[in-house]
C-alpha cells in the first residue's frame, strides 16, 4: 500500500497543477497528480493559448503576411488553405507541448490519475 501514500496530492493538470507537482519533486516529495480528462496541460495547452497561437501563426503564414517585408524584401503568397491543414498544425502543435510536459513529470516521477478529486472534511 505504500505505493499509494504521497507527500502531496495535486488536484487538476493544467499550468498550476503540473508546476506544483514539479516544485515539489525538488525538495524530494513523491507527488501524485489527479486530471479528470484524459489530456494533461489544462486550457493553455489543449483548447486554450497554445491551439489558438497555432492557428494564428498558420494563418499569417498561409496568407503570406508573416513574410512581408521581410529583410527589405516583400513576399506575397497567395494559395488556397483548407481548414483541416490549419487544424493539422494545431493538434501537432499542442501534442508536442503536451508530450514535453508528460515527459518531464515521468522524469520527476509524478504519479498521474485520471479521474474526479475533491476536497472533503471528516466530522
Do not use: C
Not at 496568407?63 to 517585408?69: F, P, V
Amino acid at each position: 500500500m505504500d505505493d499509494l501514500n504521497f507527500d502531496l496530492v495535486v488536484i487538476g493538470g493544467g499550468p498550476a497543477g503540473t508546476s506544483g507537482a514539479l516544485a515539489a519533486t525538488l525538495f524530494g516529495k513523491k507527488v501524485a497528480l489527479i486530471e479528470k480528462t484524459a489530456l494533461i496541460g489544462g486550457a493553455g495547452i489543449n483548447t486554450g493559448t497554445i491551439p489558438s497561437k497555432a492557428l494564428r501563426k498558420s494563418a499569417l503564414v498561409i496568407s503570406g503576411w508573416s513574410t512581408r517585408k521581410l529583410l527589405g524584401v516583400e513576399v506575397s503568397v497567395r494559395r488556397e488553405a483548407k481548414l483541416s491543414e490549419f487544424t493539422y498544425h494545431e493538434r501537432q502543435v499542442a501534442e508536442g507541448e503536451r508530450s514535453q510536459l508528460e515527459a518531464r513529470l515521468r522524469e520527476r516521477q509524478v504519479q498521474l490519475f485520471q479521474g474526479h478529486a475533491s476536497f472533503w472534511t471528516h466530522t
